[in-house]
T-cell receptor, first 112, second 118 residues
Framework: SQKIEQNSEALNIQEGKTATLTCNYT??????LQWYRQDPGRGPVFLLL?????KEKRKERLKVTFDTTLKQSLFHITASQPADSATYLC???????????FGSGTRLQVQP | KAGVTQTPRYLIKTRGQQVTLSCSPI?????VSWYQQTPGQGLQFLFE???????NKGNFPGRFSGRQFSNSRSEMNVSTLELGDSALYLC?????????????????FGPGTRLTVL
């Protein structure tokens, strides 16, 4: 069956360190993968998209990698700040059904 | 541009009742998708509408339905509410042009409607 797995345990790191979040998927052939940020009580906010033919994408302090052989994406936040504390969701486009499928998200807590 | 708006923000209903939630997409966006988010199941896709037509549907029972109007505004309805329907219902709009192989379907989410079923 199709699965998108993100670490359900919260990730706690110190301010200034690099946070690395993992998204693994099974039985998908995604055309692209997206990362979203969600704060409590709010809808997710789009951060980055990476296509299947791209290895890495950067945006300011954010970096995403995509390894279609390992079926994995890594999401990095460098020089993390307490304001980066949130839940981060990865999402794949299921081309057969034209619907984004989301992982369950990983909560990041950046300690000052 | 104004973002996606959803009304109401909070709703309390009892089992057996029905509910209608409303969503106004970003101006110019023709695709509207609905998601249910619960702590146990995460964010799950309900359905997508494009130009007043349901283009895609998730694995939810027929009690969940929706529609889209000519101005792209959308409503979703849940009939015969169950306790398990308590969730955050999120609407998202996208500017995707409608071709299945093009676009990136970046979803712009509203703040959600928090539905509590007692």
């Amino acid at each position: 069956s199709q699965k998108i797995e993100q670490n359900s345990e919260a990730l706690n790191i110190q301010e200034g360190k690099t946070a690395t979040l993992t998204c693994n998927y099974t039985n998908y052939s995604p055309a692209y993968l997206q990362w979203y940020r969600q704060d409590p009580g709010r809808g997710p906010v789009f951060l980055l998209l990476i296509r299947e033919n791209e290895k890495e994408k950067r945006k300011e302090r954010l970096k995403v990698t995509f390894d279609t052989t390992l079926k994995q994406s890594l999401f990095h936040i460098t020089a993390s700040q307490p304001a980066d504390s949130a839940t981060y969701l990865c999402a794949l486009m299921d081309t057969g059904r034209r619907a984004l499928t989301f992982g369950s998200g990983t909560r990041l807590q950046v300690q000052p | 541009k104004a973002g996606v708006t959803q009304t109401p923000r909070y709703l309390i209903k009892t089992r057996g009742q029905q509910v209608t939630l409303s969503c106004s997409p970003i101006s110019g966006h023709r695709s509207v998708s609905w998601y249910q988010q619960t702590p146990g199941q995460g964010l799950q896709f309900l359905f997508e509408y494009f130009s007043e037509t349901q283009r895609n549907k998730g694995n939810f029972p027929g009690r969940f339905s929706g529609r889209q109007f000519s101005n792209s505004r959308s409503e979703m309805n849940v009939s015969t509410l169950e306790l398990g329907d308590s969730a955050l219902y999120l609407c998202a709009s996208s500017s995707t042009g409608g071709l299945r192989t093009s676009g990136t379907d970046t979803q712009y989410f509203g703040p959600g409607t928090r539905l509590t079923v007692l």
